[in-house]
């Protein structure tokens, strides 16, 4: 393969919500550009970027994929990434390793939440960008009112340099407002262009949004301002140019209009990723943990690893963004993360699942690399002795959680080392097992993310799991005061163990947790029994008196006690410590609290009323409502309990149109008809045992 050098490389990522087009329109430019020999189709299964046999299955992305093709003898990496929130942490992480995005939004449903959540991940980064209209041939698309929701959400600086020739089935190609060029395409998927007129009802407005177009540029830049001044008008030459300096500088967001699925749009917008997006050189200094740096050709070798893959015969693929310098097949780097040397075992590009080899690749470009010992998602590969470190991703924290149970006895034997490799590949995913209940608890990004990984577990290591109810991760408290003695007198020949503590217990404010107070006077206990009848509180505090949950926001004071000079030891205050705090529990009026979760529910206004019915339902408090675009949302506070099959619900009221996000607010008190169910089951759990409850 030919190699580029970094001025004629771009490297974008293909952002924007779920369904809005994203994996077609990798498809169109793929085929645009004589990579694949036919326009491929995610509703057929055979798109390059869409490769995963559950995505297939789904027909929706669910991990970033790569591919690569060249235009105007430009190499353009593209990253196709998810858009559905359960996967939006992989985008995250596809972000750190691109010089500019690629929004697309639907022009019949709007800006949708997966649009606002990557607009603000390329806000954070500072990343040049430009937006993309798809889906324009769609009964009931409106460009305009698609323009009002991009203003609304993204400012005025999103401006278009395209306007559509028709829309709905109408839609027949585009007018370029930098060459006033109107462009047709045939409806036969070909692709093909031919220039022609502008259509004479639409000449008002585009003179009038050329003006608008033209007035932005000249604004952002001195020279260019006078220049429209002094001769009424921009050159195209100066107009194109000085539109790539505004959105280097992220003053202007350029919006172009494409139908995917029909490939029309497409060399036009080709065209715009070569002309008006950065270069890798052009980039602002990249951060790192000490300092920054500049991309140079160069410079020693830095390169971030942003994603790992798992592979049934290359077995484990790391890959990464070089942001300076260049790397060899064969050579030895240094893990500046890990503090480790890795040996290369070959490079090599990848486009979607097919890897194409390469001896080695210069600064900017993007390359994987296979079976690395040591290095995973988020580490630093450098020159030994720079110890150059890009900073971490921040991932999300997990949101759900469910319990899994392997099927058969073998299931379990296997089980360790797929979950392993598991969360190799996606760090979002949390299984850990559970101290208490000795379950095996997988936490993601939403239900869809945990039942993708459970069959990821069976397809690819042969792990065959059952899938329970989430856990919820109730606490228990106390609203009450008491005053408490516990007393461990224990004799059975020789020495004996002797502990005795007098403990007040009281509530604390919500999110204060715990606190220990030690008012012993006169020597009634050893000081250096103190730490251990703290000790016992802390362990005895981990399981609850009501349902064997944690206990939270509670002080205990120790005022008062007795030992034995020989028979009294660490223990036996350890266990009087925890006899007491039980006894105190039961006295101070104890109490299960719940998490509740911020909600924010985005939905067509049409079903408004329904959907604020189904918070309702589910004990939410509405905490306030606005549009956006063409959605309205519904901002609530509900029981995370009532949120576990929120997603099917909504998608039934909505027609699949809507979409929510959550994340933990704080913990409140169960309401009282609600907390003997909790204590049933937990009774059933084994958390706790009945006669316990029944003391």
Known sequence: ????????????????????????????????????????????????????????????????????????????NLIDCPGYTNFLWDTRASLRAVDAGVVLVCAVAGVEVGTEKVWEMMDELKLPRLIVINKIERENADFGRTMEAIHQFFGRKAVPVQLPIGQEKNFSGVVDLLSKKAYFFEKDESGQMKEGDIPADMADEVEKKYEELMEMVAESDEELMEKYFDQGEL???????GLRQSILAGDIVPVFVVSAILNMGIQPLLDGLVDLLPSPLEREAIPTVDGELKPSAEGPLAAFVFKTMSDPYTGRISVMRVFSGEVKGDEVVYNSTKDVEEKLSGLFFLQGKEQVTTAKVGVGEIVATAKLRATLTGDTLCAKGTNIKFPPIKFPEPSISFAIEPKTRADEDRISQAVHRVTEEDPTIRIERDPETNELIISGNGQLH???????????????????????????????????????????????????????????????????EDKIFGGAIPKNYIPSIEKGIQEARKKGVLAGYPVVDFKVTLYDGSYHEVDSSDIAFKIAASMAFKKGMKEAKPTILEPIMNVEVYTPEANMGDVMGALNSRRGKVLGMEQKGNMQVIRAQVPMAEMLDFEPTLTSITGGRGSFIMEFSHYEEVPQQLQSKIIEEAIREGRIKPEEEEK
Request: hydrophobic share 30%.
């Open 235 to 241: 050159s195209q030459e100066d107009l194109t140019k």
């Open 450 to 516: 945990v039942e993708i990984v459970t069959e990821r577990l069976k397809k690819r290591y042969n792990v065959n799991v059952d899938l329970k109810p989430p856990k919820i991760p109730y606490k228990e408290t106390i609203k009450g005061r008491s005053d408490v003695q516990g007393k461990y007198k224990k004799q059975t020949g020789g020495r004996g163990q002797y502990g005795d503590v007098k403990i007040k217990m009281e509530p604390l404010p919500r999110g204060k947790d715990f606190e220990f």
């Open 1 to 76: 393969m030919k190699d580029y050098p970094a001025e004629k490389i771009r490297n974008i990522a293909l952002t924007g919500h779920g369904s809005s087009g994203k994996t077609s329109l990798a498809a169109a430019f793929l085929f645009q550009t004589g990579v694949t020999s036919r326009l491929t189709k995610v509703d057929n299964g055979n798109t390059v970027t869409d490769f995963d046999p559950d995505e297939i299955a789904r027909k929706i992305s669910i991990q970033s994929a790569l591919c690569h093709f060249t235009w105007k003898d430009h190499k353009i």
